[in-house]
């Protein structure tokens, strides 16, 4: 969707259908709190309002999470977690990624989950696994076989009585590789963590952005623009696309209760990338260098973020 397209949405749909309605102060709130409005979600209406009123793109109301939800993606993170831990554990040379996919699914469902990716728009298998030059979206093989010093992605997602997580980890097969490839591997995490620390109500998903992309041309990689993050928790993927290279004041206002990914694909080469067109799914970076990519999902709390799964 077009920005301010988004905007005005945002501004006759989600505040102005809710202003409309005209909550009153001692109404409940609509966030199901059972609360007063105006004891709970009031004074962070007006104050998104505000934001909106001055041309910010900010979130309706179906992007803010109420403690309940959070509570849920939480545990649904937790899991997400012990699998990617479980991964962590067993990786090693010689191993085809078909055996991170059924190592995922056997982790998963003895927690009592369910992996996401499964059937996600089509998609085959219940893991990402990319290897070197793709970028994202692996399709686990039994054919492709982990060699030391193969970096590797793993991306997992959960849903949890109804609560989806979604967070990756990198791998150095054998724990030694090339320099360049060990630089970009500590390289796309540093971006990760950067980005996180700008994670803070009333500030912009764009200051996010920027200190991602800052760290990573400050390093000489370069962060992919055409696929980004996105909200999380009630389904997989949510509004809104969260980008890793917009500029600090743009995009989204963050505001205590949003759910999204910081999950920046960073590249020791150039941006450009292409799909692989014999699946359909795997991304690869079009100069064939490295790609790397770390990836949370993080809560906006009234003081700054909680990470809920990484
Ligand atoms: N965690 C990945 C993402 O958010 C999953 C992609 S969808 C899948 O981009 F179907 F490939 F799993
Ligand atoms: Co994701």
Redesign the pocket.
Known sequence: MGKELFQIECLTGQMGAKMHKKIERNDPCWCGSGKKYKTCHMRMDERIRGYALEGHIVPDHSMIKTAEQIAGIRESGKINIAVLDYVAAHICPGMCTAEIDRLVVEKTKACGAVA??LG??G?PKSV?TSVNDQV??GIPSEDVILQEGDIVNV?V?TVYQGYFS?S?RMFIIGGKTTPERERLVRVAKECMEAGIAQVKPWRFMGDMAAAVNGHAKENGCSVVVD?G??GVGLE??EEPFVSYVAPAGTEMLMVPGMVF?V?PMVNAGSEEIYVDDGNG?TVYTEDQKPSAQW?VTVAVTQEGYEILAY
Request: hydrophobic residues 25%; charged residues 25%; negative net charge.
């Open positions: 996401a990716p996600f728009e998609y990402c994202c979206h991306d997602s979604d990756s696929i993050g996105h997989f993927h990914t999950e799914w990836e």
